[in-house]
């Protein structure tokens, strides 16, 4: 038959040969849950210490980008369906009119040809736009020069089918083939 094989949770909690628990294990209870309180309370001044860390580093890095009037933004393309290579920000330009809550970041802006309503919109909704305004000149010493015998454009093929120009699936999302 053998013995019955004494493991280490039987010393950790001592049992004894017969099978019976000591009294000890009480006292190892009360213990434990003392080094637990004490690994709780270290575990909590370290996250506090990281967490002033992070911000430290955080706001190093962070910097406040208000937009004053007058400023000229472009506002972030939001598309429906699939949009893996569009672009991540609309071309029409749009002028800020004023800034509505500047604790939240959130500015009325308006189409720079006027072409459309006001809007409210997020600071992380809007780009500085970062290239310059397009001025209408009417000076042909502007233009680009023609090459010499450069015969202008092919004209391009056009196609006869009567549903050109229209998908079936605009957005190109999946369909589903049962």
């Known amino acids: ?13 001592d049992f004894e040969e017969d099978g019976n628990i000591s009294d000890n294990r009480h006292q190892y209870v ?4 003392n080094k637990m309180k004490i690994a709780y309370k270290k575990a909590g001044e370290h996250l ?9 580093a955080h ?6 980008h208000k937009l004053g009037v007058g400023t000229r933004v472009l506002i972030r393309n939001r598309v ?14 749009f002028q800020v009119i004023k800034c509505l809550d500047s604790d939240r970041h959130v500015y009325l802006i ?6 459309g309503q006001p809007r409210i919109e997020n600071r ?3 780009q500085v736009c970062k290239f310059k305004p397009q001025t209408d000149s009417d000076s042909s ?14 004209q391009r093929r056009r196609s006869n089918r009567s549903n050109f120009g229209e998908h079936s699936n605009v957005y190109n999302e999946p369909r589903s083939t049962v």
Do not use: C
């Open 141 to 154: 010493s502007d233009e680009d020069p023609i090459a010499v015998g450069y015969n202008g454009y092919r």
């Open 59 to 64: 706001n190093t890095k962070a910097s406040e």
């Open 124 to 126: 992380t909704n809007l």
């Open 110 to 115: 308006e189409p720079i040809d006027k072409s």
């Open 48 to 56: 506090r210490k990281e967490a002033v860390l992070r911000e430290k």
């Open 1 to 13: 038959m053998g013995r019955q094989p004494r493991l280490p949770v039987d010393s950790l909690f």
């Open 30 to 33: 009360s213990e434990h849950l």
């Open 80 to 93: 429906q369906g699939r949009n893996k290579i569009q672009d991540k920000w609309n071309s029409l330009q």
